[in-house]
């Protein structure tokens, strides 16, 4: 121990021993010494001794011990807390008058000098937080340099010391934007006292955490990365150390990592930022906690921008009203009070509280732009249009180049869009420069990179239509294709972005470009397939592209590449299923060459699809983990992407056992591609099919059908729908199937029918392609002719789910699980043939390959956990569809509904073939036809190779004929096999239909999915 150290502990000592005796003026006085001469402990104790209330009954001569300047101490640190606790400005005030007084008045060698200057600094830099005074913030620089001189090289306290100087240089330069001081700082004092050993821990995190604040406000004065980088470094090095009261320290490594995460288009940053942040929304000091609501808030913000996670929207909104619950223990009139309080206001109602803020804020203060920014946003979304313009116009000058240069004239960019048409006047080329400028900040990353050049390409194109300068077209083109192109942006504006691309490139008769914004449009559809994604939000996203694959497969053809055509429709359709499919095959492959990889791939990918507790964090991390993962891998053993697009080489496969018919709608161009054993490709086009006449025909045919399902239908209502279907079989034949057959030169009728798939498009999903064709209306009016008499159909969402049911190996020796329901005890209907239909799966299959849930016994839980065991599966129930609500459909059980989510969340290996005897099992919602959202397709991703379903309610008496004849024409010699599921479903609706060729409306629902 040397001679310093020795002396501390004495002192300490001393110090501890009065305190024993309530001698707290002496105790003082030795600790004070103790803390001087560099004792670890002393500098605690001094604290505690300054806000010690002395007892009633203790007479004030407990301090006489104390010399003049530490009474003066002690008194400035009991207004301070006084201040602090009321907001009351007069005490802290005198708590500023009574630190100067203390320092003043202590000898140079006074022990407790270091701790008086370091008192006064610190109240200094309040009172400058509070009010924004120039004067405050000089003289507590000035304070806190002198803290620092007084105290030796190697002393214990200078790591405080160095922060205290360290964070008020950074309040300067911001109010200054003069990076030299801070930067001299950095190097001369801040770095070398981190690169020395010692000091108390606490201390060193200070430090550190201080350090990434100012390395942080570089990073947004100089927009450097490097800074961002070594700002992440150092928060995390404070945060890992601290032990208690971190709640600052995170507040900083938050907003580092929410600024590097908006510029660099990172999620993974951002989710680091919430995962740090939340913990400080608990902290003690409720500055620190506002502080945590408020970068919570921004964090949220800006991965739901880059996400489109609705939960993230939702949970942003929750800091916004965490923060107003937060902002009553702050001082309520003090500038940062009021600028919190006008970024935690709901935009309308923003205008005062932004305005409040101003008020009171310095005309230099760094944030002052801000501010102004969220004035105007607040005052556009009052309606209040001019005054808003005007508002943004004074934060673009108040900004200038600085750091919240992008977000004024972001602001004023978007107040300009549409400002005419409220009668404001607007400066020749305001618009397109504000977007220019913002542009030209606007790193390629960061995540407004699309929405800025969205915008400098709207002013563009605008000025293009009025003055017909090509110049300008061809610079707006290039601005949408550097939108499209922007990786951190969220992927709806890039979307938005190439979908204006693709249109404005093929309007002035660029096929090539738009075919390259069409392609790029459909690439970006795939990301919505991303895990992070709840469901509903994929959902919701897909809406806005939903028509993009077939705009783009149609300008394919037009351009003579129809391989390519078929691959844009495979990438762009199916996306919440493809990548599951995707995901099966490739994960086989690459457990071949890359066993470890593939299976962490394979446990990330059962947590989240199988595991209802994961919370949203939670399922971002692995959802990012996996996206790392799956970036890592090299191409699979065939050259092809790992889980990327499918060649068209993989996919003609599926054409291997017969034609499959792609039928693409599109306001372009409508045909039938045809892919040929072989992998050859023909193209029908179909003059006579257009999207208006195709939804027509679709509407109509749904809204007769329904009304004929009532229970309340009359005979004229049915006849309508009977004559309903009518018609449209004899339209899909005409405009489609006939077209089709006479390309392939097949006959219209054989003795033995070839196999042929189709694969529809838009609102043609919904509609009984397999049956098209001219059937009698009223008996023996005329010969039937139509496709169940040429070929035996079946149908798939996409070729790449056909080639994986091909791949898998049909069971030997299947059982079967069949779950029947004639009452679900829930309200539904009596359905009377279910018990018939039981009798004959039990006559033709045989009791032991047949497991049987009936009625009370086929509830969710039962069906999930017996669903694995058995190959094959037949539900004879109810089934629900929700037209209106994309994912809203599935089969009505005992206790619940068990959902097509439910169902694909299922991973059924020895899976082969399901019989769905209910209502609406393959008709999907009608806002997204090419996502193939029906229970079908759901139990084919669960596993099933084969699925038979219906396309609307089916007759409860034909229900348990068809069913009964399929599995009797699958039944031969060597037992029941799935491999003739599809000619079984042929020839079991044929007899149903040679008992009422009049009637579509009963034997045209039933369907087969698969191979």
């Not at 493809?578 to 995901?583: F, N, P």
Request: net charge negative.
């Amino acid at each position: 121990m040397s001679v310093d150290e020795e002396q501390g502990a004495d002192l300490y000592r001393n110090g501890v021993h009065a305190f024993a005796k309530r001698r707290y003026g002496e105790a003082f006085h030795w600790f004070s010494r103790a803390h001087t001469a560099g004792h670890p402990e002393a500098a605690d104790w001094v604290y505690r001794l300054t806000r010690i209330e002395v007892e009633p009954d203790q007479p004030p001569s407990v301090w006489e011990s104390a010399t003049p300047p530490v009474m003066l101490y002690a008194a400035a640190a009991r207004a301070y807390m006084a201040s602090t606790a009321t907001g009351d400005g007069e005490l802290m005030d005198r708590a500023v008058a009574l630190n100067r007084e203390a320092v003043r008045s202590a000898p140079a060698d006074h022990p407790a000098r270091p701790l008086m200057l370091g008192s006064l600094r610190d109240v200094l830099r309040e009172q400058y937080e509070r009010w924004g005074r120039d004067e405050d913030l000089t003289e507590a620089i000035d304070t806190a340099y002198e803290a620092l001189r007084v105290l030796p090289t190697g002393h214990y306290a200078r790591l405080r010391a160095t922060q205290g100087v360290l964070a008020l240089a950074n309040a300067r330069f911001q109010t200054t934007q003069a990076p030299d001081p801070l930067h001299s700082l950095l190097e001369e004092v801040v770095r070398p006292a981190l690169g020395r050993p010692g000091g108390p821990p606490e201390d060193r995190a200070a430090l550190e955490s201080s350090l990434c604040s100012s390395l942080l406000n570089l990073a947004r004065d100089a927009d450097e990365d490097r800074y961002l980088d070594e700002a992440v470094h150092w928060g995390r090095a404070a945060v890992d150390r601290a032990t208690v009261g971190d709640g600052l320290f995170r507040n900083n490594l938050g907003a580092a990592l929410t600024l590097r995460g908006r510029r660099r288009g990172s999620v993974d940053d951002l989710n680091d930022a919430v995962e740090v942040l939340f913990p400080a929304l608990e902290d003690d000091d409720g500055k620190h906690a506002s502080l945590a609501a408020t970068s919570l808030m921004g964090a949220l913000s800006t991965r739901a921008d880059m996400t489109e996670r609705a939960a993230d929207r939702r949970a942003a909104e929750a800091m916004g009203r965490i923060l107003g619950v937060t902002l009553p223990a702050m001082p309520g009139e003090y500038p940062e009070t009021l600028v919190r309080a006008a970024f935690a206001a709901d935009r309308a109602d923003g205008v005062d509280p932004a305005l409040r803020a101003l008020a009171v804020m310095p005309p230099t203060h760094v944030d002052r732009p801000l501010v102004q920014v969220r004035l105007a946003q607040a005052l556009g979304s009052a309606g209040r249009h001019g005054e808003a313009v005007d508002a943004a116009r004074e934060a673009v000058t108040l900004a200038g180049r600085g750091k919240h240069a992008l977000d004024a004239n972001r602001a004023l960019g978007k107040l300009l869009m549409g400002a005419e048409e409220h009668g404001v006047l607007v400066r020749e080329d305001e618009r397109l420069t504000a977007f220019t400028t913002a542009a030209e900040l606007c790193p390629t990353t960061h995540v407004a990179r699309a929405e800025v050049m969205l915008g400098k390409a709207a002013a563009l194109f605008d000025r293009f239509y009025s003055d017909g300068c090509e110049t300008d077209r061809r610079a707006a083109v290039e601005a949408l294709r550097a939108a499209a192109e922007a990786k951190g942006s969220p992927v709806q504006d890039r979307l938005f972005a190439s979908q204006v691309w693709t249109g404005e490139a093929r309007e002035s008769g660029d096929l090539a470009e738009a075919l390259t914004g069409a392609c790029t449009a459909v690439a970006l559809l795939r990301e919505y397939g991303w895990a992070g994604l709840d469901r509903a939000d994929q959902v919701k996203s897909i809406q806005q592209g939903k028509a993009m694959p077939r705009e783009a497969a149609a300008l394919a053809l037009e351009a003579g590449q129809p391989e390519l055509a078929v691959e844009l429709l495979e990438q762009g359709r199916s996306v919440l299923w493809t990548s599951t499919l995707h995901l099966r095959t490739d994960l086989a492959a690459l457990a071949a060459h890359d066993p470890d990889r593939a299976a962490e791939l394979e446990r990330i990918r059962t947590r989240l699809a199988g595991d209802d507790r994961l919370d949203q964090e939670e399922r971002l991390r692995l959802a990012r983990r996996w996206q790392r993962l799956v970036s890592e891998v090299q191409p699979l053993p065939d050259g092809t992407e790992f889980l990327g697009p499918a060649p068209f080489e993989k996919l003609a496969p599926a054409a291997d056992a017969g034609p499959v018919v792609i039928v693409n709608i599109s306001t372009i161009r409508c045909d039938a591609i045809i892919v040929l054993p072989g992998g050859g490709i023909e193209v029908v086009e179909l003059p006579g099919v257009d999207v208006p006449g195709i939804d027509a025909i679709a509407n109509t045919y749904l809204s007769h059908l329904d009304d004929a399902m009532a229970p309340d239908a009359d005979w004229n209502t049915h006849e309508c729908a009977r004559h309903t279907v009518h018609d449209t079989l004899e339209w899909l034949w005409d405009r489609i199937a006939l077209p089709v057959l006479e390309r392939l030169d097949w006959p219209t009728e054989s003795a033995d029918p070839p196999r042929l798939w189709w694969c529809p498009t838009a609102s043609l999903t919904i509609l009984p392609l397999h049956a098209a064709g001219r059937y009698p209306r009223t008996a023996g009016h005329r010969e039937p002719v139509g496709l169940p008499y040429a070929a035996v159909s079946s149908y798939t969402t996409t070729l790449s789910a056909l080639a994986d049911a091909r791949r898998r190996p049909e069971p030997t020796d299947p059982a079967l699980l069949a779950v029947a329901l004639t009452d679900t005890g829930r309200g539904h209907p009596v359905l009377p043939g279910v018990a018939a239909e039981l009798q004959a799966l039990d006559r033709i299959l045989g009791r032991p390959r047949l497991t049987v849930l009936a009625d009370e016994a086929a509830t969710t839980a039962a069906v999930r956990h017996r669903l694995p065991e058995h190959a094959w599966a037949h539900f004879a129930c109810h089934g629900w569809l929700d037209m209106t609500a994309p994912a809203g459909a599935g089969l009505c059980l005992r206790d619940r509904d068990l959902s097509l989510l439910d169902l694909a969340d299922l991973r059924l290996d020895r899976a082969d073939l399901a019989f769905l005897s209910a209502c609406h099992t393959r008709l999907g919602a009608g806002e997204l036809p090419d996502e193939a959202v029906h229970t079908a397709a759901a139990l084919r991703i669960a596993g099933f190779r084969h699925v038979v379903a219906t396309l609307w309610s089916i007759n409860d008496g034909a229900a348990p004929k068809v069913a009964a004849a399929f599995y009797r024409h699958l039944s031969g010699a060597d037992g029941p096999a799935s491999t003739g599921a599809a000619r079984a479903l042929h020839r079991a609706v044929a007899e149903l239909r040679a008992e009422d060729l009049t009637d579509p409306t009963v034997w045209v629902p039933f369907v087969h999915d698969g191979p």
